[in-house]
């Protein structure tokens, strides 16, 4: 997708560098560092992971960073101007003393700063608001839960009940089970989005345990690691997966999608209002 075109202005040489001859005149390709993942790539220039942040691409607070540096751009739709500007002063640091032009690359559609989700992205958004109110809740439930009594018992396992049926299993099978299906799931974007519910469903496995066990401290530690993956997770689903998926699904696809999540949410009948009602009670009872 990238191609980089750097002309000789001196003889340096570094390592990673490829050079090879196109068109008759000397080229220096820049592959090997484009096709690395954007946290080595930061590793081994840290200003890149500053000038990231002026771009407002948060790669060096991403747990993963496991994203190549030719798809950062493509994945945040940067404008046309400001995606010239990362990039020519990225190469300026990888190589300080090269003079270096970039041809531009081609848009379907124009980026904007912001967001408009198709129907189904936005149902998904929706239910992240609601993710996002139980998480909020958890230091309260730490608190307050006690694993000898009925009461703290009802309590914790409508929480884990929130977790595995409304946030795990109807959230991500919207996800997982649909629209990822319409993606290669090689792409290290939708790689990433799957590692953090592996992680989740690990502290699930581990929190039911700790109720089992009768451990409080062992249930806090897994509700707290829970609890730091999911804002970060759903901050990238938000403003990175689900743009970019929209930006490649057609018309057609985001149709069937809309349709294939309505018939999940007739599935689940009132399933979601009743874990919609547990929070408004847990809110009530701790705000
Ligand atoms: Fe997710
Ligand atoms: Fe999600």
Known sequence: MFEYKIKFVSNFCKTKEQLCTKYGEKVMSVDIYLNEGIKKVITEFPIIGKILDEFNIGCTTCAEGTCFLKDIVEIHNLEESSEK???????????????VSFP????TKPASKEIKYSPPMKKLVDEHTLIKRWLVLIPKVIEYVDLETDEGLELINKGIDFIRNYADKYHHAKEEEQTFKYFDESL???KVIRKDHVKVRAHVKAMLEAIEQKDK???????????KILPEHIKKEDEILYPWMDRNLTTTQIGKL?????????????SPAKHLKFIEELERKFC
């Open 85 to 99: 500007e990362l990039m020519t002063r990225i190469s300026k640091v990888i190589f300080p003393d090269k003079e």
């Open 104 to 107: 531009i690359k081609k848009r």
């Open 188 to 190: 290290e974007i939708i």
């Open 258 to 270: 809309y349709s294939k999540f309505n018939e999940i949410d007739e599935e689940y009948g009132d």
């Open 217 to 227: 401290e062992k249930l806090a530690e897994h509700l707290v690691a829970y609890s």
